[in-house]
């Protein structure tokens, strides 16, 4: 049989010309079936390959799911199998959707990173704000004491509530208007009047005042201690209050 394109002579059996390459199976007496030594057309066929899927674009799409960066690996190279093969590659559209289910997973997973320690920084950072607000209320209400008797209130109040707050629901004191019903917190003018983290105390000559607010704030058994301390120069009362350091009071 002679090539249609090139005029080679193509022997028998072969099913393109061994000089261009063009399929001449048909011409050449392939699947004509009961000619002897000629093979049938869906043996020729089969030789000639059929069309498959990627099974890069496939293992990319599952691993997309559970690992995201395996997963686009693998699609972008089931992709470029697929863009390589002429058509005799099939998963193109699994390669895409691979990629793109696991840059989702990756976008996702990198704005978890950014955001959870944010957000536990502002849950840490609230958390001091309640005690901060609560010594600057104590210390101002010791200030307008001082001013109207010319002393502080000369007490020894001790912590209130008297129990941790580690253990009742959400590990914050309930609200207990009684307990802060007592001479000393009267004399200040002074409750906690929403559920709270910490414990306040506070004790006074008259002449200085230390005010403490105690506070467990995980559980752990560690307790953060803020310290206010206010005396009066000259008979200028002021205060200065101390960050939280680790330890019991």
């Not at 072969?14 to 000629?38: E, I, L, W």
């Not at 293992?59 to 190279?77: D, E, H, K, N, T």
């Not at 470029?80 to 990756?106: D, H, P, Q, W, Y």
């Amino acid at each position: 049989m002679t090539c249609p394109t090139c005029g080679m002579s193509v022997p028998t059996g072969m099913f393109a010309c061994p000089k261009c390459g063009t399929q001449v199976g048909a011409v050449a007496g392939v699947g004509m079936p009961g000619m002897p030594g000629m093979p049938n057309l869906p043996g020729a066929m089969g030789q000639m390959g059929a069309p498959r899927t990627s099974g890069l674009a496939i293992a990319g799409f599952v691993c997309s799911f559970f690992c995201s960066l395996l997963g686009l690996v693998l699609s972008i190279l089931g992709y470029s199998e697929c863009k390589r093969s002429n058509g005799m590659v099939k998963g193109t559209g699994l390669a895409i959707a691979g990629m793109v289910i696991s840059g989702i997973f990756m976008i996702g997973g990198i704005l978890a990173a950014i955001a959870i320690p944010a957000f536990m920084d502002y849950m840490h950072k609230s958390k001091k704000t309640e005690a901060s607000l609560q010594m600057n209320k104590i210390g101002k209400n010791a200030k307008v004491y001082y001013i109207t008797n010319e002393k502080f209130p000369v007490f020894d109040q001790p912590l209130t509530p008297a129990t941790t707050c580690c253990g009742q629901p959400n590990n914050k004191c309930p609200v207990n208007p009684a307990q802060w019903q007592t001479e000393a917190w009267q004399a200040l003018d002074f409750q906690a009047d929403e559920p709270h983290l910490y414990q306040y105390s506070y004790k006074s000559d008259g002449t200085t005042l230390d005010a403490y607010a105690v506070g467990d704030l995980d559980c752990d058994g560690t307790a953060a201690t803020y310290h206010l301390h206010l005396d009066a120069p000259n008979g200028n009362p002021r205060m200065v209050l101390e960050e939280p350091l680790p330890g019991t009071y």
